[in-house]
Protein backbone atom coordinates (compact mmCIF):
# COMPACT_ATOMS: atom_id res chain seq x y z
CA UNK A 1 0.00 0.00 0.00
CA UNK A 2 1.69 3.20 -0.93
CA UNK A 3 1.78 6.20 1.45
CA UNK A 4 -1.05 7.99 -0.45
CA UNK A 5 -3.13 4.67 0.12
CA UNK A 6 -2.38 4.70 4.00
CA UNK A 7 -3.56 8.81 4.29
CA UNK A 8 -7.29 7.90 2.66
CA UNK A 9 -7.39 5.21 4.10
CA UNK A 10 -6.45 6.23 7.59
CA UNK A 11 -8.63 9.33 7.42
CA UNK A 12 -11.84 7.79 6.06
CA UNK A 13 -11.46 5.77 9.70
CA UNK A 14 -11.43 9.27 11.80
CA UNK A 15 -14.69 11.43 11.44
CA UNK A 16 -14.37 14.65 13.41
CA UNK A 17 -16.95 17.55 13.93
CA UNK A 18 -16.27 20.98 15.75
CA UNK A 19 -17.52 23.97 17.20
CA UNK A 20 -17.25 26.86 19.46
CA UNK A 21 -19.11 26.49 22.77
CA UNK A 22 -19.84 28.72 25.52
CA UNK A 23 -18.58 27.86 29.39
CA UNK A 24 -22.23 28.24 30.17
CA UNK A 25 -22.69 25.23 27.45
CA UNK A 26 -19.90 23.42 28.98
CA UNK A 27 -21.47 23.70 32.78
CA UNK A 28 -24.55 22.18 31.39
CA UNK A 29 -23.79 19.38 29.94
CA UNK A 30 -21.77 18.21 33.10
CA UNK A 31 -24.87 19.35 35.11
CA UNK A 32 -26.73 17.33 32.75
CA UNK A 33 -24.63 14.21 33.06
CA UNK A 34 -24.16 14.65 29.45
CA UNK A 35 -20.38 14.40 29.30
CA UNK A 36 -17.80 12.24 31.68
CA UNK A 37 -14.87 13.72 32.46
CA UNK A 38 -13.44 10.27 34.25
CA UNK A 39 -13.72 10.91 37.91
CA UNK A 40 -11.07 7.98 38.06
CA UNK A 41 -8.90 10.29 36.26
CA UNK A 42 -8.47 12.93 39.27
CA UNK A 43 -5.83 11.31 40.80
CA UNK A 44 -3.71 12.54 37.93
CA UNK A 45 -5.08 16.12 37.77
CA UNK A 46 -2.58 18.30 40.00
CA UNK A 47 -2.92 21.47 38.79
CA UNK A 48 -1.58 23.98 41.54
CA UNK A 49 -4.25 26.83 42.87
CA UNK A 50 -1.78 29.12 41.09
CA UNK A 51 -2.09 27.67 37.52
CA UNK A 52 -6.21 27.17 38.47
CA UNK A 53 -6.09 30.66 39.20
CA UNK A 54 -4.43 31.58 35.59
CA UNK A 55 -6.62 30.12 33.86
CA UNK A 56 -10.14 31.72 35.34
CA UNK A 57 -7.84 34.55 34.63
CA UNK A 58 -7.13 34.23 31.02
CA UNK A 59 -10.95 33.34 30.72
CA UNK A 60 -11.67 36.68 32.06
CA UNK A 61 -9.58 38.44 30.31
CA UNK A 62 -10.52 36.88 26.84
CA UNK A 63 -7.50 35.18 26.20
CA UNK A 64 -8.14 31.86 23.80
CA UNK A 65 -8.52 28.85 25.36
CA UNK A 66 -7.47 25.50 23.61
CA UNK A 67 -10.25 23.67 22.20
CA UNK A 68 -11.56 20.34 23.90
CA UNK A 69 -11.11 17.20 22.55
CA UNK A 70 -13.83 14.64 23.08
CA UNK A 71 -14.87 10.80 21.63
CA UNK A 72 -18.78 10.14 21.27
CA UNK A 73 -19.87 7.19 22.77
CA UNK A 74 -22.94 5.06 21.16
CA UNK A 75 -24.99 6.43 24.04
CA UNK A 76 -24.37 10.15 22.93
CA UNK A 77 -22.35 10.86 26.30
CA UNK A 78 -19.14 12.40 25.15
CA UNK A 79 -16.05 11.08 26.82
CA UNK A 80 -13.39 13.66 27.46
CA UNK A 81 -9.87 12.78 25.55
CA UNK A 82 -7.86 15.96 26.07
CA UNK A 83 -9.00 19.19 28.48
CA UNK A 84 -9.47 17.54 31.84
CA UNK A 85 -7.30 19.82 33.71
CA UNK A 86 -9.14 23.29 32.18
CA UNK A 87 -12.78 21.38 32.59
CA UNK A 88 -12.33 20.56 35.78
CA UNK A 89 -10.86 23.90 36.89
CA UNK A 90 -14.41 25.41 35.98
CA UNK A 91 -16.46 22.86 37.66
CA UNK A 92 -14.77 22.92 40.59
CA UNK A 93 -14.09 26.51 40.47
CA UNK A 94 -18.34 26.72 40.15
CA UNK A 95 -18.56 24.45 42.81
CA UNK A 96 -20.48 21.65 41.22
CA UNK A 97 -16.69 19.51 40.82
CA UNK A 98 -18.36 16.90 42.95
CA UNK A 99 -22.28 16.37 42.62
CA UNK A 100 -21.95 14.15 45.65
CA UNK A 101 -21.67 16.83 47.62
CA UNK A 102 -24.67 18.53 48.82
CA UNK A 103 -25.86 21.87 48.73
CA UNK A 104 -25.45 22.07 52.47
CA UNK A 105 -21.71 21.43 53.09
CA UNK A 106 -20.65 22.68 49.45
CA UNK A 107 -17.60 24.53 49.60
CA UNK A 108 -16.20 27.20 47.19
CA UNK A 109 -12.79 27.65 45.90
CA UNK A 110 -10.98 30.83 46.55
CA UNK A 111 -8.61 31.92 43.98
CA UNK A 112 -5.27 33.26 44.36
CA UNK A 113 -3.48 36.72 43.19
CA UNK A 114 -2.43 36.59 39.49
CA UNK A 115 -0.10 38.59 37.20
CA UNK A 116 -2.39 40.88 35.43
CA UNK A 117 -5.57 40.28 37.83
CA UNK A 118 -3.98 40.68 41.59
CA UNK A 119 -7.31 41.62 42.81
CA UNK A 120 -8.88 37.80 42.32
CA UNK A 121 -6.93 37.10 45.23
CA UNK A 122 -9.89 35.10 47.93
CA UNK A 123 -12.55 35.61 45.15
CA UNK A 124 -14.82 32.93 44.50
CA UNK A 125 -18.25 31.83 42.34
CA UNK A 126 -20.74 32.84 44.51
CA UNK A 127 -21.05 32.28 48.10
CA UNK A 128 -24.27 33.55 49.75
CA UNK A 129 -21.84 33.71 53.20
CA UNK A 130 -19.34 35.90 51.71
CA UNK A 131 -20.32 38.26 49.26
CA UNK A 132 -17.83 40.31 49.24
CA UNK A 133 -15.39 37.91 48.36
CA UNK A 134 -17.47 36.47 45.47
CA UNK A 135 -17.59 37.45 41.64
CA UNK A 136 -19.93 40.34 40.46
CA UNK A 137 -22.95 38.78 38.20
CA UNK A 138 -21.58 40.34 35.47
CA UNK A 139 -18.23 38.59 36.18
CA UNK A 140 -19.60 35.41 36.39
CA UNK A 141 -21.57 36.00 33.26
CA UNK A 142 -18.59 37.04 31.36
CA UNK A 143 -16.75 33.50 32.41
CA UNK A 144 -19.75 31.50 31.26
CA UNK A 145 -20.31 33.68 28.07
CA UNK A 146 -16.99 32.57 26.98
CA UNK A 147 -15.93 30.39 24.37
CA UNK A 148 -14.29 26.62 24.49
CA UNK A 149 -13.85 25.26 20.97
CA UNK A 150 -14.88 21.42 20.89
CA UNK A 151 -13.23 18.97 19.01
CA UNK A 152 -15.13 15.74 18.11
CA UNK A 153 -13.98 11.87 17.41
CA UNK A 154 -17.55 11.07 15.88
CA UNK A 155 -18.44 7.38 17.44
CA UNK A 156 -18.15 6.23 13.83
CA UNK A 157 -14.46 6.07 14.14
CA UNK A 158 -12.27 3.56 14.43
CA UNK A 159 -12.66 2.89 18.38
CA UNK A 160 -8.53 3.05 18.95
CA UNK A 161 -8.34 6.59 17.93
CA UNK A 162 -9.76 7.71 21.34
CA UNK A 163 -6.94 6.35 23.02
CA UNK A 164 -4.58 6.89 20.11
CA UNK A 165 -5.27 10.66 20.23
CA UNK A 166 -5.31 10.81 24.41
CA UNK A 167 -2.25 9.49 24.36
CA UNK A 168 -0.67 12.16 21.58
CA UNK A 169 -2.25 15.17 23.37
CA UNK A 170 -1.15 14.03 26.70
CA UNK A 171 2.19 13.02 26.23
CA UNK A 172 4.64 15.72 27.25
CA UNK A 173 1.50 17.74 28.36
CA UNK A 174 -0.74 18.42 31.42
CA UNK A 175 0.04 14.32 32.47
CA UNK A 176 3.37 14.72 33.10
CA UNK A 177 4.84 10.85 33.03
CA UNK A 178 3.94 8.21 30.34
CA UNK A 179 2.90 6.09 33.05
CA UNK A 180 0.28 8.09 34.17
CA UNK A 181 -1.06 8.56 30.00
CA UNK A 182 -0.91 4.53 30.26
CA UNK A 183 -3.04 4.83 33.69
CA UNK A 184 -5.49 6.61 32.32
CA UNK A 185 -5.66 4.51 28.82
CA UNK A 186 -6.49 1.40 31.12
CA UNK A 187 -8.82 3.06 33.40
CA UNK A 188 -10.59 3.66 29.62
CA UNK A 189 -10.06 0.00 28.16
CA UNK A 190 -9.64 -2.01 31.18
CA UNK A 191 -10.48 -0.88 34.54
CA UNK A 192 -9.90 -4.87 35.95
CA UNK A 193 -6.07 -4.81 34.49
CA UNK A 194 -5.88 -1.09 36.18
CA UNK A 195 -6.90 -2.31 39.94
CA UNK A 196 -4.75 -5.54 39.23
CA UNK A 197 -1.79 -3.35 38.64
CA UNK A 198 -2.64 -0.76 41.10
CA UNK A 199 -3.53 -3.62 43.55
CA UNK A 200 0.20 -5.32 43.01
CA UNK A 201 2.28 -1.46 43.52
CA UNK A 202 0.30 -1.54 46.74
CA UNK A 203 1.89 -4.66 47.69
CA UNK A 204 3.76 -4.10 51.60
CA UNK A 205 6.96 -6.36 50.52
CA UNK A 206 6.87 -4.76 47.01
CA UNK A 207 7.08 -1.55 47.82
CA UNK A 208 9.80 -2.51 50.97
CA UNK A 209 11.81 -3.58 47.78
CA UNK A 210 11.84 -0.77 45.65
CA UNK A 211 12.36 1.90 48.27
CA UNK A 212 11.35 5.06 45.80
CA UNK A 213 11.45 8.60 46.66
CA UNK A 214 8.37 10.49 47.10
CA UNK A 215 9.01 12.16 43.56
CA UNK A 216 8.75 8.69 41.96
CA UNK A 217 5.83 7.73 43.77
CA UNK A 218 3.51 10.50 42.61
CA UNK A 219 5.13 9.90 38.96
CA UNK A 220 3.46 6.75 39.37
CA UNK A 221 6.80 4.80 38.67
CA UNK A 222 5.65 2.31 41.09
CA UNK A 223 3.06 1.28 38.78
CA UNK A 224 5.45 1.19 35.59
CA UNK A 225 7.52 -1.51 37.52
CA UNK A 226 4.78 -3.39 38.27
CA UNK A 227 3.64 -3.44 34.25
CA UNK A 228 7.80 -3.98 33.24
CA UNK A 229 7.24 -6.85 35.84
CA UNK A 230 4.02 -8.37 34.43
CA UNK A 231 4.85 -7.74 30.62
CA UNK A 232 8.10 -9.26 30.76
CA UNK A 233 8.66 -11.30 33.70
CA UNK A 234 6.92 -14.76 31.44
CA UNK A 235 7.92 -13.04 27.98
CA UNK A 236 9.63 -15.76 25.27
CA UNK A 237 12.55 -15.21 24.52
CA UNK A 238 12.14 -14.99 20.67
CA UNK A 239 10.56 -11.84 21.53
CA UNK A 240 13.04 -10.47 24.52
CA UNK A 241 15.83 -10.97 21.42
CA UNK A 242 13.31 -8.88 19.06
CA UNK A 243 12.33 -6.31 21.57
CA UNK A 244 14.04 -3.48 19.86
CA UNK A 245 13.07 0.31 19.68
CA UNK A 246 11.81 2.65 22.73
CA UNK A 247 10.68 0.43 25.41
CA UNK A 248 8.54 2.59 26.80
CA UNK A 249 6.30 2.14 23.41
CA UNK A 250 6.95 -1.23 24.21
CA UNK A 251 5.03 -1.05 27.55
CA UNK A 252 2.26 1.14 25.93
CA UNK A 253 1.32 -0.90 23.19
CA UNK A 254 2.33 -4.49 24.91
CA UNK A 255 -0.59 -2.85 27.63
CA UNK A 256 -2.74 -1.11 25.35
CA UNK A 257 -3.32 -4.92 23.51
CA UNK A 258 -3.44 -6.85 27.00
CA UNK A 259 -6.38 -4.58 28.14
CA UNK A 260 -8.36 -5.13 24.82
CA UNK A 261 -7.69 -8.33 24.42
CA UNK A 262 -8.22 -9.47 28.26
CA UNK A 263 -5.33 -11.74 27.33
CA UNK A 264 -4.29 -11.93 30.55
CA UNK A 265 -4.06 -14.37 33.62
CA UNK A 266 -4.31 -12.68 37.24
CA UNK A 267 -3.51 -15.68 39.10
CA UNK A 268 -0.56 -16.50 37.24
CA UNK A 269 0.58 -12.72 37.23
CA UNK A 270 -0.54 -12.80 41.33
CA UNK A 271 1.18 -15.94 41.96
CA UNK A 272 4.55 -14.56 40.25
CA UNK A 273 4.33 -11.29 41.57
CA UNK A 274 3.30 -12.67 45.47
CA UNK A 275 6.60 -15.06 45.28
CA UNK A 276 8.87 -12.78 44.30
CA UNK A 277 8.34 -9.74 46.59
CA UNK A 278 7.27 -11.63 49.31
CA UNK A 279 10.87 -13.64 48.78
CA UNK A 280 12.70 -10.84 48.36
CA UNK A 281 11.24 -8.49 51.08
CA UNK A 282 12.22 -11.77 53.99
CA UNK A 283 15.76 -11.98 52.17
CA UNK A 284 17.00 -8.49 51.40
CA UNK A 285 14.69 -6.06 52.04
CA UNK A 286 15.43 -2.32 50.69
CA UNK A 287 18.57 -3.62 49.39
CA UNK A 288 17.16 -5.75 46.62
CA UNK A 289 17.64 -3.67 43.63
CA UNK A 290 20.53 -1.31 45.00
CA UNK A 291 24.32 -1.70 44.06
CA UNK A 292 26.19 -4.08 45.72
CA UNK A 293 30.06 -3.15 46.87
CA UNK A 294 32.10 -6.66 47.24
CA UNK A 295 34.98 -4.82 48.87
CA UNK A 296 32.61 -3.77 51.55
CA UNK A 297 30.04 -6.40 51.81
CA UNK A 298 27.30 -3.44 51.71
CA UNK A 299 24.69 -2.72 49.24
CA UNK A 300 24.47 1.53 48.31
CA UNK A 301 22.57 3.79 46.92
CA UNK A 302 19.01 3.74 45.48
CA UNK A 303 17.05 1.93 43.06
CA UNK A 304 18.73 0.68 40.07
CA UNK A 305 16.12 -0.36 37.00
CA UNK A 306 18.85 -2.56 36.19
CA UNK A 307 18.82 -4.66 39.00
CA UNK A 308 15.40 -4.85 39.04
CA UNK A 309 15.57 -6.07 35.65
CA UNK A 310 17.54 -9.10 36.31
CA UNK A 311 16.41 -9.85 40.24
CA UNK A 312 12.91 -9.44 40.07
CA UNK A 313 12.28 -10.50 36.68
CA UNK A 314 14.97 -13.22 37.34
CA UNK A 315 12.95 -14.94 40.66
CA UNK A 316 9.51 -14.05 38.41
CA UNK A 317 10.19 -16.19 35.84
CA UNK A 318 11.77 -19.12 38.03
CA UNK A 319 8.63 -18.52 40.80
CA UNK A 320 7.25 -22.06 40.86
CA UNK A 321 10.53 -23.68 40.90
CA UNK A 322 13.11 -21.58 42.67
CA UNK A 323 16.17 -22.52 44.47
CA UNK A 324 16.45 -22.55 48.34
CA UNK A 325 15.76 -19.21 50.09
CA UNK A 326 18.86 -19.59 52.07
CA UNK A 327 20.59 -19.05 47.89
CA UNK A 328 19.03 -16.06 47.04
CA UNK A 329 21.04 -13.32 48.67
CA UNK A 330 24.70 -15.10 47.36
CA UNK A 331 23.24 -15.09 43.62
CA UNK A 332 22.35 -11.24 44.04
CA UNK A 333 25.45 -10.74 45.38
CA UNK A 334 27.18 -12.72 42.50
CA UNK A 335 25.13 -10.78 39.56
CA UNK A 336 27.20 -7.40 40.42
CA UNK A 337 30.48 -9.51 39.49
CA UNK A 338 29.06 -11.02 36.49
CA UNK A 339 30.68 -9.77 33.16
CA UNK A 340 27.36 -9.84 31.01
CA UNK A 341 25.87 -7.63 33.82
CA UNK A 342 28.68 -5.07 33.76
CA UNK A 343 28.67 -5.03 30.14
CA UNK A 344 25.14 -4.17 29.34
CA UNK A 345 24.18 -2.42 32.60
CA UNK A 346 26.46 0.93 32.56
CA UNK A 347 25.71 4.37 31.28
CA UNK A 348 24.61 4.38 27.80
CA UNK A 349 23.38 1.43 27.13
CA UNK A 350 19.66 2.01 26.83
CA UNK A 351 16.82 -0.38 28.03
CA UNK A 352 16.03 -2.02 24.80
CA UNK A 353 19.56 -2.68 23.88
CA UNK A 354 20.52 -4.41 27.57
CA UNK A 355 17.24 -6.02 28.17
CA UNK A 356 18.01 -8.99 25.73
CA UNK A 357 21.08 -9.84 27.86
CA UNK A 358 19.54 -9.29 31.42
CA UNK A 359 16.38 -10.78 31.55
CA UNK A 360 18.06 -14.06 30.30
CA UNK A 361 20.74 -13.31 32.81
CA UNK A 362 17.90 -13.64 35.68
CA UNK A 363 16.66 -16.37 34.60
CA UNK A 364 19.66 -17.96 34.45
CA UNK A 365 20.94 -16.91 37.95
CA UNK A 366 17.95 -17.55 39.56
CA UNK A 367 17.24 -21.33 37.66
CA UNK A 368 17.24 -24.04 40.47
CA UNK A 369 19.95 -25.82 38.51
Avoid at 104 to 118: D, M, R, V
Avoid at 312 to 334: E, F, H, M, V, W
Wanted: charged content about 30%; some cysteine.
Amino acid sequence: MSLQEEIDKTRQEIRTDGYSMSIGEWISLYENHEIDIHPDFQRFFRWSDHQKSTFIESILLGIPIPPIFVSQRDDGIWDVIDGLQRLSTIYEFIGIFKPEVSEENKSFIALQKTTYLPSLEGKKWDDPDDKENSLTQAQRLLIKRAKIAVNIIEKESDPMIKYELFQRLNTGGSIATPQEVRNCILLMLDKDLYKLIRSLADRESFKSCIALSDRLYEEQYDMELVLRFILLFDKDENSIQSLGGDVSVFLTDRMRDMALKKDWDSSHIEGAFDVTFNILNEVMGDNSFKRYKLENDRFLGGFLLSAYEVVALGIGYNYQNLPSIDQISGRIKNIWSDTTYQKWSGAGVNAARRLPYLIPLGRKVFSPL
